[in-house]
């Protein structure tokens, strides 16, 4: 395993929950140098663990039974009698050296036994810390200690319970550290958890502590060597391959950003000319021009126009794929209701009834959604604008289990033997004379939707008004 | 005598066709003023500052500069930020008058110090009504600074 694979397991600055939860390994050691990187690790266990209900255990050696509560009931801030009932001490008499030695499997043996105690008296788990300076007291079996250790490591996984055993670097020889990092797949360190690179399999290390390795041991660790190389070639140079892709990503919209703009801004120039000098010579030279000219000219003007209007429409397109979203929760009815109050104001003579359900909301970029909603009440006014009253619902309902959004009108309609084409940009089902627009406006709705992850379809039938649905991925 | 001198307008514009139109809507509404049309940033400052084919011009100093920004040789950001950084022409009212849509540009026109920023619309119409208002406000409504003596 290569050094820099530590993985640090949430920092205790940043607060964030119960990090042993996260945990899968149970077995953890605790390596400190003083008090306070002792119980920065050790209360947060103890006190996560009482707050869950949790059998809690204390080993003491070091500490005494009163410092332990001490620090812990100055970390919990309030004297909560209650929650520390479920707190049992125990002196190292009690457990790792009861009968006056130490032996691995009589204590695993006692940790299995307390497990199914605490199972039995309601506890959904059992937490456990021992102060390992026991093994100072010289008395017989304390020389298998890493014996121990590795055991520890058929027990965990498949238990209920966790356990932090506890170091203090100043008083164990370098040998003994070594092999506690060997025997913990999880290492706390100074106050800080990590994954332990060091760790090594109990059936291995047991081999090379106390018995024979066979050959087979050896073959698998070798393969597994040429394989996790390769293993790690290939996400290096899958790595190496993203960057360079987003670097190029990165570069093609900067150019695009500028070529488009570049573009819009010279194409804009001639548009103002060709409606401009159409325009005065309606105006200033109408009597030296006949009834032809002049509708000609105003198809000119016209056409300018609408010029301006798909430059303008292709920009908003082509800026809606390329820039960053923002997700934040959006209220879809206060948004519907501003953009009805606008379209009453720009034709306040006009008869439309809106009908804005409450309670619309969704997660995504409020800009985009604000456009794309712009776009499809904005498509239902335009739409009912030949009927003398009109109604326009916004609303959400179920398909197939589904949240979904909708926007109906009871306006012109479409015929559904061309709702494929809807979708696609400059594809219009209506003459320009009948209803005015540049046929892009739906295709920017799509793009808006589908950054959401979503899914828009229409329903309509010609003179019966038009439903848009869609969904926003959740 | 000074009073009586009709106060100018400096159109900075490279586009024949704008520079038409625009002294057609002023035209039009019979704002009456003089307006002086250069066609790129260097002669822009040739006028304001004296210099070459406007050596021997007259001292007055226009009552309003209507700006393009995209103006060949130097450009517009350029032409107001030495406006800007001379003392006989650092109060002029300045109008940059652009198709630019781009927020950088708003903000360094407002930055070296223009007193508005006016985007030429496509439509016809619109442009006729926006270079008219501007006319109306910044030469009928708006107070100016005082004549300043030119090459004093």
Not at chain 1, 89 to 95: A, G, I, P, V, Y
Request: proline share 4%; charged share 30%.
């Amino acid at each position: 395993m290569t050094h820099d694979m530590m993985v640090l397991i949430s920092n205790s600055q940043e607060g964030i929950g119960d990090r042993f939860e996260s945990i899968g390994k149970r077995h953890i050691c605790n390596i400190y140098r003083n008090r306070n990187e002792q119980f920065s690790l050790i209360a947060d266990f103890m006190l996560h663990g009482l707050r869950r209900g949790h059998k809690c255990i204390y080993i003491v050696d070091e500490n005494t039974k009163d410092d332990v509560l001490g620090v812990l009931k100055e970390k919990e801030g309030r004297d909560d009698g209650s929650m520390l009932d479920n707190l049992m001490f125990l002196t190292k008499e009690d457990s790792y050296l009861k009968g006056g030695s130490f032996d691995p499997d009589r204590m695993i043996k006692l940790l299995q036994e307390t497990q199914e105690t605490a199972l039995a008296e309601g506890f959904p788990e059992l937490r456990v810390t021992g102060e390992m300076t026991w093994i100072f007291s010289k008395l017989p079996g304390v020389d298998k200690l890493l014996e121990y250790e590795a055991k520890l490591n058929y027990f965990f996984p498949n238990s209920k319970s966790t356990a932090i055993c506890q170091y203090n670097e100043n008083k164990f020889d370098a040998k003994t550290l070594m092999g506690v990092l060997n025997t913990h797949p999880v290492v706390g360190i100074y106050g800080e958890l990590y994954e332990n690179p060091y760790y090594i399999h109990p059936e291995v290390y047991l081999a090379s502590l106390i018995g024979d390795v066979p050959v087979a041991m050896y073959e698998n660790a070798r393969d597994d060597c040429v394989k996790r190389a390769s293993v790690e070639r290939e996400r290096r140079r899958a790595e190496s391959a993203l960057m360079e892709a987003n670097k190029r990503l990165t570069e093609s919209n900067k150019e695009l950003d500028a070529f488009s703009y570049s573009v819009s801004h010279d194409l804009r120039a001639p548009l103002r000319s060709m409606d401009g000098f159409s325009q005065i010579l309606l105006e200033d030279h109408a009597d030296r021009i006949d009834e032809v000219g002049k509708d000609y000219l105003k198809r000119i003007r016209a056409a300018s126009q609408l010029s301006g209007q798909l430059i303008d429409d292709l920009m908003k397109l082509s800026r809606i794929s390329r820039s960053e979203m923002r997700v934040e929760t959006v209220d879809l009815s206060e948004l519907g209701r501003e953009i009805a109050a606008q379209l009453r104001n720009s034709s306040p003579d006009r008869n439309v009834e809106f009908v804005i359900a409450d309670g619309l909301v969704a997660r995504g970029d409020p800009h985009l959604l604000k456009i794309a909603i712009d776009s499809l009440m904005g498509n239902a006014w335009k739409f009912t604008g030949r009927h003398p009253a009109a109604r326009i619902e916004f609303g959400q309902d179920k398909t197939d289990g589904k949240k979904t959004f909708f926007v109906r009108d009871d306006g012109a309609g479409f015929d559904m033997a061309y709702v494929g084409k809807m979708f696609a940009p400059f594809q219009r089902l209506h003459s320009s004379d009948e209803f005015p627009g540049s046929g892009i406006g739906l295709a920017t709705v799509r793009r808006i939707i589908g950054r959401h992850g979503g899914m828009i379809w229409a329903e309509g039938a010609v003179e019966k008004g038009a439903t848009f649905h869609f969904t926003l991925d959740n | 005598m000074k009073g009586m001198e009709i106060r100018k307008i400096l159109l900075v514009e490279d586009n024949p066709d704008d520079v038409e139109l625009t002294l057609h809507a002023l035209k039009k509404h019979h704002i009456s003023n003089a307006i002086v049309v250069v066609r790129d940033g260097a002669e822009a400052l040739d006028y304001l500052f004296f210099k070459g084919a406007y050596a021997n011009r007259d001292k007055s100093m226009p009552a309003l500069v209507l700006l393009d920004l995209k103006l060949p040789k130097i450009d517009g950001h350029e032409v107001l930020r030495r406006i800007r950084s001379d003392e006989r022409t650092k109060m002029l009212p300045v109008v940059i008058l652009t198709s630019s849509k781009e927020q950088q540009d708003l903000i360094n026109g407002y930055r070296n110090g223009a007193n508005s920023y006016v985007r030429k619309p496509v439509d016809f119409d619109e442009f006729t009504k926006a270079v008219q208002t501007l006319g109306l406000y910044w030469l009928v409504m708006n107070e100016p600074p005082p004549e300043m003596e030119g090459g004093k």
